[in-house]
């Protein structure tokens, strides 16, 4: 892509100029809305279906059609789905004749937003959709997971995801960061912020002494500390400049994005620790100003304490008020929609939000994206 | 009510180990564990490379770790998958092995979750017959590795190659075209679905418009029609991976329907040999009695019910060079 003397031009090499300082706010590609299905257990739905409504309804109320989309990005699952090249069929989701420029991710919807991110800055196109899909139930999740962990060392032990996040808990709580009492009132907080969100599975009032009666999952967590499983997907609209601004009145404008990971087995980490999200932050800069609210993709109720300490979120920040994804967890849209989460902060007059999101055993790798809106 | 079919999906992986995996593996048939060194530290499980750096590794820099380790971290593991090591409770465990820099995420088995602490010493079981996978051995609590049944000692050559097969059930949603389509076809009817929209019309869908993205309900529902022509194929020579069932070389057709723009994809062919399939013969819908049971599953292009193949319907060949090209 030629970086010429276009109407692009000047916004690139702010751009750069923010690279070298290493600045972030480079205001010039927003969330301008988004959309989420029906987040239930289970859904008859097939995962195509699933986005061929959730696209549409992303797009209507921008008074956008799929005619206006310059580049697609979505992200889901072959193991998931049980079926080489899901995403194929996924494709008939986004009108694709004539035919556009599309890509996709074998990640978290997250990860989709990133590349649609980037390709933005090529400064020749003005909208994209990304999307997350996933249809957790299709399968046993304590089957498929261990098919994508090492194939030498972990995979044939048949670790699952409750394994990794149990032997991560233990490590946190033998590191004085969280104890289950702790871990059991983030669970009572999140089903307390579920209640106004219609796409949570799990809500209400809970009590922490009666959640801490009940009987182990994988010790040290019990049922309360576990996500539940979720059919859905999401699907989120990008613009640039001015047209995001004609689009919606007030976009959130991604001012600070990086993703890092860690190496794959977990024995080689400090599982009490999260490097990748801690630098990720700085790359983002998160530091600075502050943000009013954040978004964790913490599946867990651990993940959430180690999470914000490696944030330096203080108790001022309000955390997953949606819920979180311990109120309903889409695998592979369950990151994108805490991005959509944070994104509504901004539209609804909030200046600043965090929103982050995580793949691979044990927090391996984990993204943060910086929203703000127009001062 | 929508209907959900299952299906199981077998995963296999034949793998190669390399230097130091292989070494490692090999390792276990001889009831040794190896690490590798890295700098100061010995990395357990070892690798051909430093997760942290990147740096090489050297295959000369394995040592020997263990056998007995410590216990850093656990989880209890009630009720055990099928893809687990152990068939009744267990713990999964962080175990640091004496000598090793870094935990091997492993098996103990340990009777129950309350023997168990952070700082418990282990030891491996070794299997009889150890096939040089990380599943040759367990953990089991105390200082004395232990043998299970016989010895049947270590592999006679080093082990280079892994099996790995994982077989998973899925539960997916039947599109209700695909019965609507599949009752028809009993009827000896093609079904096929028209867009409001553009006109196009689908046979086979899955209940939706692919160009202009919008759903298709059974008021779209049309028949198509029982004759057409080849406008392409090719012949498969079976390799016999695991669940093929044909032993000879067989045919797979494109079938334009006459009067529409519809091709059926990969259909079989009755009645016509292989060597005798070409572009623009003329062929017709071949049915399965009523009553007969159908594959549920259908080939790759589809499930068309009762609709078993095309047989030649004995008009002559239509010579035109474009047909080739409709394959969609």
Partial sequence: ?375 | MTRFVESSITFPYKRSLGPVIGAFMTGLTEQRILGIRSGDQVLVPPLEWDPQTGAELAVDDLVEVGPTGTIESWTWVPDPSEQHPLDHPFAFALVRLDGASTPLLHAVDSGSPTALSVGDRVAPRWRGTREGRINDFVFIPGETPEVEGTDAGPAADPVTMMDYNASITYRNPVPPVSDRLREASRDQRILGQRCPVCGRVYAGGRGYCPIDAVELGEEHDVDLPHSGTITNYTIITPVQYPGQTETEPFARVFVLLDGTDVVLPYQPVIELPVEDVKVGKRVAAAWAASNDDVDEGGTMGGAYGHLIGWIPSGEPDVDDPELVNRIF
Avoid at chain 1, 147 to 166: H, I, Q, S
């Fill in chain 1, 1 to 375: 892509m030629a970086a010429g003397d276009g109407p692009g031009s000047e916004r690139r090499s702010e751009r750069a100029r923010s690279a070298e300082t290493g600045a972030t706010r480079n205001g010039d590609i927003a969330v301008v809305g988004w959309a989420q299905s029906p987040m239930i257990r289970r859904t008859e739905l097939s995962e195509t279906q699933l986005l061929l409504r959730v696209i549409t309804d992303a797009l209507e109320p921008l008074g956008l059609t799929r005619a206006d989309i310059d580049f697609t990005c979505l992200g889901s699952c072959d193991y998931i789905t049980g079926q080489a090249f899901s995403f194929v069929s996924n494709l008939d989701a986004i009108g694709a004749w004539p035919p556009k420029r599309d890509s996709h991710v074998e990640m978290d919807g997250a990860w989709a937003l990133y590349e649609a991110w980037l390709r933005l800055q090529e400064g020749d196109i003005e909208i994209a959709v990304v999307t997350g899909s996933g249809r957790s139930s299709t399968g046993d999740p304590a089957l498929i997971y261990p098919m994508e962990m090492d194939p030498f060392y972990l995979a044939p032990l048949g670790v699952d995801p409750l394994t990794f996040a149990a032997l991560q808990a233990r490590a946190v709580i033998d590191a004085g960061i969280a104890d289950e009492r702790a871990m059991a009132e983030v669970a009572v907080r999140s089903r307390r912020d579920a209640i106004d969100n219609p796409n949570a599975q799990v809500k209400g009032d809970a009590d922490v002494d009666t959640l801490l009666t009940g009987d182990y999952v994988r010790e040290p967590l019990r049922r309360h500390d576990l996500p539940p499983i979720t059919d859905g997907a999401a699907a989120m609209v990008l613009a640039t400049g001015d047209r995001a601004r004609q689009l919606r009145e007030r976009p959130a404008f991604i001012t600070g994005f990086d993703h890092r990971t860690e190496c794959h087995n977990p024995g080689y980490r400090d599982l009490a620790d999260s490097p990748s999200t801690r630098i990720a932050a700085a790359a983002a800069g998160l530091a600075g100003a502050p943000v009013e609210v954040a978004e964790l993709q913490a599946a867990f109720t651990h993940e959430e304490i180690l999470l914000r300490r490696a944030l330096g979120l203080g108790d001022d920040i309000a955390v997953n008020r949606s819920g979180g994804a311990l109120a309903s967890n889409p695998i592979m849209a369950t990151g994108l929609a805490r991005i959509g989460y944070a994104a509504d902060h901004v539209f609804g007059g909030g200046k600043r939000a965090l929103a982050h999101s995580t793949s691979g055993p044990c927090l391996q790798q984990n993204l943060v994206c910086i929203l703000e809106g127009d001062a």
